[in-house]
């Protein structure tokens, strides 16, 4: 793990001494990443290139304020006692929250500028895979996220996680009994499902099948878009079962394994219907559900 890559130095303005973490810097390089795919995507639908650069904008202002909003609601107990430190936070983002956030925002960008929601959405599509798996990156580097203590091969040890994975900790915060053969083996650090890099592997699948998809035929606008949703829904819908969470309300299953079935159902509905529509992609030009 690398949760630090380096601090500022002491004579740089506000934050002289802060340390630029792993975690942020790939976040800006999935925000980054995707734009690059994103601004290539718009290009071949034949609008400017450079419209890619609001959108992201849009997504990381309405993106940061959505997960931080979504944790701070499911955290309202945190809230509570110390509101300060759980609004000004360094941490404390959740991605359903952010993809919310950062839908609002990106439609209401696209809306003002006269775009095509369905065929913009479709642009986004492969942006979004590749940017959560270079973000997922960033969770694994400073041991955030992990899963539930396993003693296959495939475990890892986070000791300076956030938090560590240790016996008491899972325990305690998640409710998960840890089996005292790992403790034997391994002492007060178990190993826990990578489930960072689950995700990075499912996300990558999803982005190269997307960016293969994208060129094939001529779907509906925004049948594409609706393609992700539910293979994004199911690629979290099937981590979550080896994450260590705290919020299983709905019995085995999380909250966002609820979100991710509603994502899975929208996903196929929309994409059975677009394929029987024959309106094709238009590439930019107006299209269904245009303002």
Sequence with gaps: MFPNLFRLPGWFPLIGGEAVTSFGAMMAL????SGLILRSEIGRKGQDP??????????????????????????FPHLLQDPVAAILSRSGLVWYGGFIGGLFAVVWVIRRKGLSIPSMADATAPALALGYAVGRIGCFLVGDDWGRPTGSWVGIRFP?????????????????????????RF???VPVHPTQLYEVGLSLVIFALLWTLRKRGRPAAGRLFM???????AERFLVEFFRAKDDRFFGALTLAQMISLVLISVGIGGALR??????????????????
């Design 30 to 33: 999935a925000f980054l990443s």
């Design 50 to 75: 450079e419209l890619s650069w609001d959108i992201v904008l849009a997504a990381i202002l309405g993106g940061i304020l959505g997960a931080k909003l979504y944790y701070i609601l499911l955290n």
């Design 160 to 184: 300076h996680g956030a938090p560590p994975t240790r016996v008491a900790i899972i325990e305690r915060e998640f409710g998960i009994h840890v089996d005292p053969e790992l403790i034997a």
């Design 187 to 189: 002492g007060d650090v």
């Design 227 to 233: 393609v992700w949703l539910a293979l994004a829904g």
């Design 274 to 291: 677009l394929r029987q529509s024959r309106v094709p992609s238009s590439d930019g030009l107006p299209s269904l559900g245009e303002p």
